[in-house]
């Protein structure tokens, strides 16, 4: 069976045909680093992260990219607040994000590319539209001329008159149409700029994935992710700058994580119910925050409590306690053949409904369902008097094994010892010495990951349990 995948674009569930033969291009919308990711934010990276990691299991090559928007607004106005320059704050939050979503068992991406260091191509992609005729300058801003690019709308499924109903020129703008849109923005007395044909200025937000995605990864890619929001305008307008300008079909699947409600409200400041992922690695296990955003599908709302947390703490708890029960049991077995063909196979078809699973458009939440069944056959099977080896291994193989395609963790992390502890920091201490910030990063970050925070004050670091 191959993978299907629902494509917003369509609004169907289409066979997953790549680009090349074993290969994955695929480009994630990530954070505007002005400050810590909210639990919204922590959806995408986690779902994405899945969907990347089953690709793997498929034995995928995937080009990962996840970019950085390290200047717009909300960071000049960060800056201005803080009285710090934009790109100490980008870098401050950059790292920030990697450490909150590496607790939360998110790899890498192949590539990490900021704005401010694809300046060049941001450029010269806004000069090709306009010398294609899709985009104009005006009074030092350039902006988009939506209407010249005919299928304007056909991601959010919305006509261009029913866009226009709601379309306004805002003060201080100069554009043609209210429907245009900023490619680049002449810079403010002050803000941070750089030059161009038209002046100095800055990127709009839409131009950077486009520059970005084609870059790193061609004119046509294969997934293009984000979450929800993000749909409209965000991705329209990528897929009109990208299409006009690249001659190409920008992005062949369209892929969009649900919202996020907080005790059955939206998500938002002014309610005062704004969630920081920061803030919850450090009160709850990364694991158990990463299993319960996988327990939905990842195109449907999900609902936040702090009761729905322990509850999924209590689920996970179930698979991890049966996996540890059969390595327990694994050192009592016997190397006996007769009676295990039954338990293998039952161990096989589990591994087959849950890839028949996340084939179906990486319904995490029935994957879940599946180890919750393995689980109990494994159970069932520790209460026999006699066990095999061989049985004990494929039930505890197989759970570790589609537990990791989820991202998921079964052995325990040892707690460290107060002089363990110590040893690490003292080892720190002394990389930081010598200059091995490299070093000193991972000890921290390998601290963090066992809820060890760590404090360096004027009187050395001191360190308490998360």
Not at 357 to 383: C, G, H, P, R, W
Request: hydrophobic letters at 35%; a negative charge.
């Amino acid at each position: 069976m191959s993978i299907k995948v629902f494509n917003t674009l369509t609004r169907t569930k289409e066979p997953f045909t790549p680009l090349e033969e074993g290969k994955v291009k695929m480009y994630v919308c990530g954070p505007t680093v002005y400050n810590y990711i909210h639990i919204g934010n922590a959806r995408p990276a986690i779902v994405f992260d899945t969907v990347r990691r089953y690709f793997e299991y498929k034995n995928f090559d995937v080009q990962y990219v996840l970019n950085f928007t390290d200047v717009d607004d909300k960071l000049i106005k960060a800056a201005n607040e803080l009285g710090e320059e934009v790109p100490d704050i980008a870098n401050r939050f950059i790292q920030a994000y990697k450490e909150d979503v590496g607790a939360l068992g998110v790899k890498e991406a192949v590539h990490h590319p900021r704005v401010t260091e694809n300046m060049e191509e941001i450029i010269q992609f806004i000069d090709g539209l306009i010398e294609k005729d899709f985009a104009y300058e005006s009074g030092g801003d350039v902006y988009f001329r939506t209407r010249s690019f005919n299928e304007y709308g056909k991601l959010s499924h919305q006509s261009i008159d029913e866009l226009r109903s709601g379309a306004r020129i805002e003060v201080g703008e100069k554009k043609e149409d209210p429907l245009d849109f900023t490619l680049w923005k002449e810079a403010k007395e002050g803000e941070i700029a750089w030059e161009s044909p038209w002046g100095k200025g800055r990127p709009g937000w839409h131009i950077e994935c486009s520059a970005m995605a084609k870059k790193y990864l061609g004119d046509t890619i294969d997934i293009h992710a984000g979450g929800q929001d993000l749909t409209f305008p965000h991705h329209e307008n990528e897929i009109a700058q990208s299409e006009a300008n690249n001659g190409e079909s920008f992005a062949r699947y369209w892929m969009h994580n649900g919202y996020i409600n907080i005790e059955n409200e939206k998500m938002s400041k002014s309610l005062g119910n704004f969630v920081l992922a920061h803030d919850l690695v450090q009160k709850h296990d990364p694991q158990v925050i990463r299993f319960f955003m996988l327990s939905v599908h990842y195109r449907h709302p999900i609902n936040f409590s702090d009761e729905l947390l322990a509850g999924a703490k209590s689920s996970f708890e179930r698979i991890r306690n049966a996996y540890e029960n059969l390595l327990h049991r694994k050192d009592s077995s016997l190397n006996l053949t007769d009676e295990k063909t039954y338990w293998l196979e039952e161990a096989a078809k589990h591994k087959q409904q849950f890839i028949a699973e996340m084939d179906d458009d990486f319904n995490t939440a029935n994957a879940i369902s599946v180890l919750f069944d393995l689980t109990k056959t494994a159970n069932l099977y520790l209460q026999s008097e006699q066990t095999h080896t061989e049985v004990i291994d494929q039930f505890s193989e197989t759970l570790k094994e589609l537990a990791g395609v989820l991202g998921l963790q079964l052995e325990q992390e040892v707690e460290l010892l107060d002089e363990e502890i110590d040893a690490l920091i003292e080892e720190r201490k002394q990389a930081r010495k010598e200059r091995n910030f490299a070093r000193a990063d991972e000890i921290r970050d390998e601290l963090k990951a066992r809820n060890i925070i760590l404090e360096d004050t004027a009187q050395g670091t001191r360190w308490k349990r998360g």
